[in-house]
């Protein structure tokens, strides 16, 4: 288990004294014209908005560390600017927040907000139910065997999955880190992306077929890089929080990574989930925070 405890007041004002910050920064570069007025006008009316922003915000991480517990807020003075912060229910919050700034007020109403115990978090391994696999282009050869993942620029990539229990039901991903260690040591820095993959497949895909009913090209996966990494000698990681967090809201299909080189002309080979030690194969690990109630 790994507590994270913070003060929550303070919390809600650093939030809010960074909102503030952002807000300012509209004013700046203001132009000293006829047209300063509308201009004021436009900056605070954007500077309240910022503000009522952070309050919904700092009104749900203060419930989130204390005790699933939310309070109202306000009215807090800061500058030149005031937010008032409303809430209703507990576990899942609706949240009214109104700010004004030298006479500009907005108001932002967020309703149905789960808020999630980040007191109680909880590191989970998942590398025990990894789906991995090689898939070449049918003019590079055969693949390799099967304790290896091997990537050749332009010729191999690799597909990784994951068996996504741990994240199923209401749960806040709060990171996930895959790491894979090269079979190989190496003086040459090799640039190896990891990208979403946007078709579905199984293990005995292959350069041209995601599954037996589904043809692709080497892979469908968004253009957007998730996470790099230099490979050298060492066991290398990339960050995919961001990806795991999608599946677990659900707001993203879950169908696995794809890793690529980034430059032509380079090869790199990883031990694989079938490597004969344990301590060589893939390890996935994300740290989750339950829901409150």
């Not at 003060?7 to 809600?12: F, T, V």
């Not at 932002?108 to 898939?135: A, C, F, H, W």
């Not at 079979?183 to 078709?199: E, K, P």
């Not at 989930?273 to 893939?282: G, I, L, N, T």
Request: charged share 20%.
């Amino acid at each position: 288990m790994m507590p994270r405890r913070q003060e929550g007041a303070l919390l809600l004002m650093v939030a809010l004294l960074l909102a503030t910050l952002a807000a300012l920064a509209f004013g700046i570069n203001r132009a000293g014209s006829v047209e300063l007025r509308s201009i004021n006008d436009d900056y605070e009316g954007r500077a309240a908005a910022y503000l009522a922003e952070a309050g919904v915000a700092a009104a749900r991480w203060s419930g989130q560390v204390g005790a699933c517990v939310t309070r109202p807020v306000g009215p807090i003075a800061l500058g030149a600017g005031t937010v008032t912060v409303e809430i209703k229910k507990e576990d899942i919050i609706d949240v009214t927040a109104t700010a004004t700034v030298n006479g500009a007020t907005r108001t932002v109403k967020r309703p149905g907000l789960q808020l999630y115990d980040l007191r109680q978090t909880e590191r989970v391994d998942m590398s025990d139910n990894t789906t991995d696999t090689t898939i070449v282009t049918p003019s590079a050869g055969p693949l390799e065997k099967e304790q290896t993942l091997r990537l050749v620029s332009g010729q191999s990539h690799i597909l990784m999955n994951w068996d996504l229990k741990p994240i199923n039901g209401n749960v806040l991903v709060l990171s996930a880190t895959l790491n894979l260690m090269p079979t190989t040591i190496s003086g040459v820095v090799r640039q190896v992306a990891a990208y979403r993959v946007t078709t579905g497949w199984d293990k005995g895909a292959t350069w041209i077929k995601a599954r037996p009913a589904s043809n692709w090209n080497g892979g469908d996966y968004a253009d957007a890089v998730l996470a790099s990494a230099d490979v050298g000698s060492l066991a290398v990681n990339w960050d995919l929080t961001g990806l795991f967090d999608g599946w677990a809201s659900k707001r993203l299909p879950a169908n696995g990574v794809l890793l690529r080189l980034v430059k032509d002309g380079q090869s790199v080979t990883f031990h694989s989930r079938e490597a004969f030690f344990a301590s060589m194969r893939p390890l996935l690990q994300i740290v989750r925070a339950k829901a409150c109630g």
